[in-house]
C-alpha cells in the first residue's frame, strides 16, 4: 500500500488532471506535475501540488506517474522526455482517450527504458472528477496495477483492472459510446419538453425521478435546463475527437453503431456554431435553434 507521505507525479494539467492533483494533494500525497502551458502551474499551486520543469522532472520519486493528454503528439513528446531522463522502474497510467495503437506505441517504446505503462482511462467529467466520482479502466500488468490501485481510489470512486493492455480503452470506448447517445437524447427530450410549454427545471426534476433518468441525464440536464454551459466539464472540441476515435474503433471491428452515428452531426453543428469551447451539452442550443426555441429567453 502507498504510504500516506508519497509522491505521485502528474502529466498535463486540464480540467481532468487539474481535478485529480487537486485530490491527491486532498489525501495527504505530494503531487509534482507538469504541463506544456505555464499558466496552469498556478492551478496546480492552488491544488496544493509542485511544479515540474519537465516530464521527468515531475515523474523523480514518484511511486506513480499519471498522464492525462490532449493528444497522441502530447503522448509521444511525454515518452521521449521520460526515455531521456526519467527514473527506471516506473510505473505510469495513461489516463487519456486515445487510439490503442499510440498507447501500445508508447507502451513498448517505455518499456525498453524499463517503465511500465498502464492503459487506464477514465469514465466521468471533469465536475465528476472534482468530486472523485470517477471510475478507473485499467489494463496492462496486474503487478504494476495492484501497485497503483491504492493511487487510483484516492481519486476515483471505482478501479476496474480489465485484463491485456488496451481493454480499459476498448471499454472507455463503449462507455463513451453511450455518453455521446445519451446526451444528445437528453438534449432532444428537453427540447421537445420546453416546446411543449414545459418549464424545463420541472422537466429536470421529473425525468430524474423516473424511468426515463440516465447518469448523463443528471449530469447533463441541469446545464441544458439553464443554458450554462461555461465552464466546460468537457469542451465540445476534445469531445470530437473521442467521437472520431470510437467511430475508427466500431469500423475497424465491423460493428454498426447507428444511433451513435445519427448524433455525430449533432456535434458537428455545434461545433461549426462557435459551441466548441462550450459543454458538450451546448447540444441542446443546436437543437433549440432548430425547433425555433430562444435558449436566452428562458
Partial sequence: ??????????????????????????????????????????????????????AAEAAEGAQLLLTSLPSIAALDATVENLLADGPRDLVIAELSTLPIAAKERARDRLASGGMTLLDCPLSGTGAQAVTGDLAVYASGAHDAYDRAEPIFLRFARASHHLGAFGNGSKMKFVANLLVAIHNVASAEALVLGMKAGLDPATIVKVIAS?????????????????????????????????????????????????????????????????????????????????????????
Fill in 210 to 298: 423516473g424511468a426515463g433518468t440516465s447518469r448523463v441525464f443528471e449530469l447533463r440536464a441541469p446545464l441544458m435546463a439553464g443554458a450554462a454551459y461555461r465552464p466546460a466539464t468537457m469542451k465540445i472540441d476534445v469531445w470530437q475527437k473521442d467521437m472520431t476515435i470510437i467511430a475508427d474503433f466500431a469500423r475497424s471491428l465491423g460493428v454498426e453503431t447507428p444511433t451513435f452515428t445519427a448524433t455525430e452531426a449533432i456535434y458537428d453543428s455545434a461545433q461549426e456554431n462557435g459551441l466548441g469551447a462550450e459543454d458538450t451539452a451546448a447540444v441542446c442550443a443546436v437543437l433549440e435553434a432548430r425547433a425555433g426555441l430562444k435558449p436566452n429567453a428562458r
Fill in 1 to 54: 500500500m502507498i504510504k500516506q507521505s508519497g509522491t505521485v507525479g502528474i502529466i498535463g494539467l486540464g480540467i481532468m488532471g487539474s481535478a485529480i492533483a487537486r485530490n491527491l494533494a486532498a489525501s495527504g500525497l505530494a503531487v509534482h506535475g507538469y504541463d506544456i502551458d505555464a499558466t496552469r502551474f498556478e492551478v496546480l499551486r492552488d491544488a496544493g501540488g509542485l511544479p515540474a520543469g519537465s
